[in-house]
């Protein structure tokens, strides 16, 4: 199972916004409104869905969720510019999905911004020395070169499915024992508690390190993607994570009487760790309630563990705060499982 998810959710995990639906209201039917136009159509973020011929009509289309934006050209545009070196147009953003909305709007202004200048430079016929100072900007992406959005989010999911393996697995173990009946053939017997716990939890802990090679493999040959860092060192914070993951899982079991009852409790904390794990959100982002609570979630530190040993190259030093946290959660919560669990005659 985490091996299909795996190849599957990357490619549809996508944060760049594209198929913008357009609708295209031209009152002016110029040559320049029909070259901004095709350059809003080639820009490859804008699917045109059609062109009326009122503003009601268009609105229709935004109703109907035929359109996300509508890009309104008024009347006179190309002799207004011409003339009086200003024009204006009006976009018309569907807001309901406000992500979708606001980018996309950002996007026409863009295009909007580049279209002006080309006329201006088209326009105006500059000195030979231009009066207006320049500030010439390079840039680069480091760590991620390509803007992949793979590379971003590969190692969060491989992290995610790792933690759904490991918490419900987990906290339905000893819940089976105790819905078979086999969990009093255990409290008679001579097996310690901590003994009972850690043959519960070894298991478990092995499955995750398997779960974890198959996702770095297909990461490499499926997706590309080779560490920069030590991958060593991912399976050294994998180790003490998968701790602190079973032990939760476990705690989870030692509360629950049944199977239901442990399924119920590891979905709640699951949809917290996930919503809230840095993973679809960016941390720094969240109110800052939600960035005090981050702060109690393991999953949040694996994610960014996992991208600092992926692209950055980070060392331990890197992640030693990390490290601590993840060490200090599986030591209290595998403590309080061992002594949460009773063996009652």
């Not at 309901?96 to 006329?119: C, L, M």
């Not at 398997?210 to 499926?222: D, E, N, S, Y």
Request: hydrophobic content about 50%.
């Amino acid at each position: 199972m985490p091996a299909i998810q795996l190849l599957i959710l990357p490619l549809a995990a996508d944060y760049e916004v594209k198929n913008v639906y357009l609708t295209i209201l031209d009152h002016d039917h110029s040559t320049y409104s029909q070259q901004f136009i095709n350059k809003i159509g080639a820009s490859g973020y804008f699917v045109l869905t059609g062109y009326v011929d009122s503003y009601q009509n268009a609105l229709h289309t935004l109703e109907k969720d035929e359109a996300d934006i509508i890009i309104e050209i008024p009347k006179n545009f190309e002799r207004d510019l011409i003339r009086e070196s200003r024009s204006s147009m009006a976009i018309s953003v569907n807001a309901v999905n406000g992500a979708k909305g606001n980018i996309g709007a950002a996007y026409a202004s863009t295009i909007i911004a580049e279209f002006n200048n080309e006329i201006r430079a088209e326009l105006i016929q500059l000195p030979r020395v231009n009066p207006v100072p320049m500030i010439d900007v390079q840039w680069s992406n480091r760590y991620n070169e390509h803007m992949s959005y793979q590379l971003y989010m590969v190692p969060g999911i491989l992290v995610l499915l790792l933690t759904m393996v490991g918490s419900f697995m987990a906290a339905l173990n000893i819940v089976h024992e105790k819905e078979t009946g086999t969990i009093e053939q255990i409290n008679v017997s001579p097996v310690k508690k901590y003994q009972f716990i850690m043959g519960k939890l070894i298991p478990f802990w092995l499955l995750g390190f398997v779960v974890l090679t198959i996702g770095l493999l297909i990461a490499r040959f499926v997706y590309g993607i080779l560490p920069e860092g030590n991958i060593g060192l991912i399976y050294l914070f994998a180790a003490v994570y998968l701790l602190a993951l079973l032990g939760i899982g476990l705690l989870v079991s030692t509360y629950a009487e049944t199977q239901q009852q442990a399924m119920f409790i590891s979905f709640f904390f699951m949809m917290i760790f996930i919503l809230m794990g840095g993973l679809y959100t960016s941390i720094d982002s969240m109110p800052y309630w939600a960035q005090v609570v981050t702060k109690f979630n393991p999953v949040s530190y694996f994610i960014e563990v996992m991208r600092m040993i992926v692209m950055k190259g980070s060392s331990f030093r890197d992640i030693q705060s990390n490290f601590l946290v993840i060490g200090i959660m599986a030591v209290v919560f595998n403590t309080w499982a061992v002594l949460n669990y009773r063996k009652r005659l």
